[in-house]
Every structure is written in structure tokens, then in C-alpha cells.
């Protein structure tokens, strides 16, 4: 008998996956709750640059930022520290 695991049930992955993307969307509605009050100057938002100013640009970033640094690892990283199949072998 096989053990079974969290994630090996496509249901609980469907939950897992449902909690992710709610909290996107919670997040994003939060930053434009955030925008509206900070134009209505209720709330400073303190920006260095004008980009940071744009609704969603934190999301964007760190979308971008996870996708760079997957490749780089992948293309980059990953030829430097890898082994021939036979390494071990000899």
C-alpha cells in the first residue's frame, strides 16, 4: 500500500490553487483601495519614482522578477554546477 499525500488528491490542489489566486485578487483590490486614498490624500504613499505610483506595479515586479530569476538559474546557473551522468561512476 502506497502512501498517500496532501497533494496527491487533485482536489486539494484545486483548494490550494482557489487560496492562491483569491489572495491575488485581494491583494490587487487592496492596492487600488490604497491608490484611491492616497489621491484623496487621506493616506501618504510614499513613492521614490514615478512608475511606483501605477496600480499593480509591485505584482508586475515580482512577477517579473520570479520569471528572471528562474531563468537565469535554468540557462545560466544550471551548466555551471552540473555534473556528467557518469560522475559518480569513475
Known amino acids: 500500500m502506497e502512501k498517500k499525500y496532501m497533494f496527491d488528491n487533485p482536489e486539494n490542489v484545486k483548494r490550494l490553487l482557489k487560496v492562491f ?5 485581494v491583494l490587487l483590490v ?3 483601495v490604497y491608490i484611491i486614498l492616497s489621491e484623496h490624500h487621506i493616506i501618504h504613499r510614499h513613492v521614490e519614482y514615478e512608475w511606483e505610483k501605477y496600480w499593480g506595479f509591485y505584482s508586475f515586479y515580482g512577477f517579473v522578477a ?4 528562474v531563468l537565469v538559474s535554468k540557462y545560466i546557473l544550471r551548466p555551471l554546477v552540473k555534473r556528467k ?3 559518480y561512476d569513475n
Open 21 to 25: 489566486f483569491s489572495s491575488v485578487v
Open 66 to 69: 520570479c520569471v528572471v530569476l
Open 30 to 32: 487592496l492596492d487600488i
Open 85 to 87: 551522468e557518469d560522475y
